[in-house]
């Protein structure tokens, strides 16, 4: 199975960074991503098509600056897939899989999902 995170990517952020806005940009990311699945969802649910579009951009945007291509991907199909509540549990099911790469190689365990 492919790693949630691209450690290429991902090292090669962190290096840019530094550590100390390394480290926010990753909380951020944790935080912001939680959040933007929860209202994509409540989009989805209310049949937000513009609303599912525009959360979407957002996370594959995220999603390819820390080196999460898989979610990033999923973030793209979303636009043109007929069930996206299919996509939307895959991309949560991703974020989780990316939150425990994260705590098993970065964080040491600092984030629940």
Do not use: P
């Amino acid at each position: 199975m492919i790693s949630a995170i691209d450690s290429q990517t991902f090292n090669s952020v962190r290096h840019a960074l530094g550590d100390e806005a390394f480290e926010k940009f990753v909380n951020s990311f944790h935080k912001e991503t939680a959040q933007l699945l929860q209202q994509l969802r409540k989009a989805a649910s209310q049949n937000d098509t513009q609303r599912v579009s525009i959360i979407s951009s957002k996370i594959k945007a995220a999603s390819q600056q820390l080196g999460a291509a898989r979610l990033m991907y999923l973030a793209c199909q979303l636009n043109a897939m007929t069930t996206v509540q299919t996509v939307i549990q895959s991309m949560q099911q991703e974020y989780y899989s990316i939150v425990s790469w994260l705590n098993e190689h970065y964080l040491g365990g600092e984030c629940t999902a």
